[in-house]
């Protein structure tokens, strides 16, 4: 699968903050985790791409999920240090109610068949040739 392309395309393109965690000690993370931030950010420093890291965990080898074990705070880092700086950085935005009850919509699946009608009660819904949106 692609997924330096993938990983590029979503932090470059798109502008996802991101953060490639490894340990120090583990030479094949910290090659991918240092590449990836260089491509997503370049060599120069990019204000677009500030929040894009790659953070070494001192004093271990491990990798993937392993890296979240409780002894090594990586949870903590991760959540109060790095999520803190950028959810100050991008606030959500305000919410606003849509109102999906008060809306028609019809849930559909793959063969068409109808699972769901949303609508206000005592209202007809007229019938649709639902091949019209299908594949």
């Not at 271990?60 to 392993?66: A, E, F, N, R």
Request: aromatic share 8%.
């Amino acid at each position: 699968m692609p997924v330096s392309r993938w990983i590029t395309e979503a932090g470059k393109t798109h502008k996802i903050p991101m953060a490639f965690i490894y340990g120090k000690n583990d030479e094949r993370g910290g090659n991918f985790a240092s590449s990836m931030q260089r491509a997503i950010k370049g060599k120069g420093k990019d204000k677009d791409h500030a929040y894009t890291v790659a953070k070494d965990i001192p004093d271990t080898k491990l990798s993937g999920h392993q890296l979240l074990q409780r002894s090594l705070d990586t949870q903590g880092w991760v959540v109060k240090t790095y999520l803190g700086r950028v959810m100050d950085k991008h606030t959500p935005k305000e919410w606003s109610d849509r109102r999906v009850e008060a809306s028609r919509f019809v849930y559909t699946n793959a063969a068409g068949n109808v699972l769901k009608v949303n609508k206000p009660a005592n209202v007809e819904v007229p019938s649709v040739d639902l091949s019209l949106f299908l594949r």
